[in-house]
């Protein structure tokens, strides 16, 4: 008996190596809580309440929330099939198309947008059958969505082809065996357990959309949504008018998020 709590002490003993992990750990959380802290502890609820009350301020909160929203679906549509293809198929040059992939993260998001706007720029022969057909890229919804999804589409395939990459290929051989279509295999095999993987990724992909401001503020300053006009006010009004924009949309943004985080989570469970 005695050697077993013993046994059991020795089995909590903290090693000194954790320890230092998670001092450097707790640097990195304050690291990213500081910032944010001081920016809620420097807005009054009055403050807040009157930038709520602001039109300008919902409508570009709404925009925001419903562009990102919007890329996400669309570019969804030829994103999921594409990670399927990375995570299954083997082809040529595919590690150079995983690379592609990659590249929005990493490029500067403000040449991001100078570079989109040379393929959707009025002169450009997609921008002009896009002001033909009603659709402007250059100042319109369209040209923010484009915006949001070059920057967050990686996001989505990546997460995506990681759940597809999971699920076990026996699985879809077996159902082949059996008769099933390949697009019966991906839609009742492939696609359900590969799920919370690709809802992570829209997630994700919807998230930072929202956040995005280089690109956007290239393509298109006006309709302005909720980042252009945080720097819009910062600029023109300084910190004090920046922040409760910010702050609300913050909110905005976290409770949406974890909302679906939450959602994502259940589906799982379920």
Not at 95 to 116: F, T, Y
Not at 146 to 170: C, H, K, Q, T
Not at 219 to 229: D, K, S
Request: with cysteine; proline share 6%.
């Amino acid at each position: 008996m005695g050697q077993v709590k013993k046994g059991i002490r020795k089995t909590r003993t903290v090693e000194p190596l954790n320890l230092l992990f998670a001092a450097l750990g707790g640097l990195i959380l304050l690291f990213i809580i500081a910032p944010l802290a001081g920016l809620f502890l420097n807005v009054t609820p009055e403050e807040l309440a009157d930038t709520a009350r602001e039109g300008e301020v919902r409508t570009s909160i709404w925009l925001t929330l419903a562009t990102s929203m919007g890329a996400t679906l669309i570019f969804s549509i030829a994103s999921v099939p594409m990670a399927y293809l990375l995570a299954r198929k083997r082809f040529p040059l595919k590690e150079l198309v995983n690379g592609i992939i990659d590249i929005p993260v990493v490029i500067p998001h403000s040449a991001a947008g100078i570079a989109l706007l040379g393929v959707i720029s009025r002169n450009t022969p997609l921008g002009s059958l896009g002001e033909k057909t009603g659709i402007p890229f250059v100042g319109g919804y369209a040209g923010i969505m484009i915006a949001m999804a070059f920057v967050s589409v990686p996001y989505l395939v990546n997460a995506a082809r990681d759940g597809f990459s999971a699920v076990p290929v026996e699985l879809e051989k077996a159902a082949l065996n059996l008769g099933a279509s390949p697009f019966r295999v991906f839609r009742t095999i492939s696609m359900p357990l590969a799920w919370r993987s690709i809802l992570s990724g829209l997630i994700l992909m919807w998230a930072r959309g929202m956040s995005e401001f280089g690109a956007v503020l290239v393509i298109a300053y006006h309709p302005m949504i909720t980042p252009v006009l945080i720097y819009e006010r910062f600029g023109a009004f300084g910190l004090k008018y920046a922040r409760p924009v910010s702050v609300l949309f913050i909110t905005i943004c976290l409770v949406f998020f974890i909302a679906m985080r939450m959602i994502a989570r259940s589906r799982d469970d379920a």
